[in-house]
């Protein structure tokens, strides 16, 4: 299957790239960085998803992974949530559609983050809900995930800090982070071998949300 995802040369979603790449369907990507993929069936573009104007023309798209964003940049808004509507609102709407999954926050459902990365994540949640009623007509799922700490260099400031990652790691029940390739296992099975879910939103954060709810960085202010 034809397979768009944003923000696919580094972390979640280069591991989801090389996943879907691994299981032999074709796959287009969309960053604003170059790419680290080297293979016939990776078709990559550089461009930036909040300016619609230059999404580049696509093949029919039958399995849409919106995962770009950006963290604390003082545009979190126009990065994470306008740039997802971009993306899905021009490729998303198709008979062949099969499936569209969103990279959303556990920060989205607690709020102990960064202002505007929070309200960008908790909007792609909404916006899911509304996307997955528009698609149902194909047959289509759409839904989200909300990861909590997960292991790429983005999170570099609190991981490679001993007395940060020490906090982080008193307050998460199972005493660990998600790997990007863990990742790319959810985002495979909640697209491809998932048929009757939709709507929902599946969190992903080793029990910090629901058990316990504390976010730690540098230097952060409330």
């Not at 790997?179 to 599946?202: C, H, M, Q, R």
């Amino acid at each position: 299957m034809n397979v768009l995802i944003t923000g696919s040369s580094n972390g979640i979603g280069l591991s989801t790239a090389n996943k879907f790449l691994k299981e032999g369907h074709e796959v287009y990507g969309i960053d604003l960085e170059e790419s680290k993929i080297d293979n016939e069936h990776y078709h990559h573009y550089v461009g930036d998803i909040s300016i619609k104007e230059t999404l580049p023309e696509l093949p029919i798209m039958e399995i849409i992974i919106n995962n770009a964003g950006k963290q604390n940049s003082l545009d979190d808004i126009n990065n994470n949530l306008k740039g997802t509507i971009n993306v899905t609102e021009k490729y998303a709407f198709n008979s062949k559609l099969k499936s569209i999954l969103f990279n959303a926050s556990a920060s989205a459902h607690t709020g102990f983050e960064f202002p505007e990365y929070c309200a960008s994540k908790a909007g792609i949640i909404a916006y899911m809900k509304n996307v997955a009623v528009r698609v149902s007509k194909y047959g289509a799922t759409c839904n989200s995930i909300s990861c909590g700490g997960v292991l790429t260099d983005l999170n570099k400031p609190v991981t490679e800090d001993m007395k940060l990652w020490k906090k982080i790691m008193d307050v998460t029940p199972l005493k660990k982070w998600a790997t990007p390739e863990e990742i790319a296992e959810w985002i495979y099975f909640l697209t491809i071998i998932n048929k009757s879910a939709t709507g929902i939103d599946v969190l992903i954060d080793n029990g910090e949300t629901n058990l316990n709810c504390t976010f730690v960085w540098p230097d952060f202010k409330n």
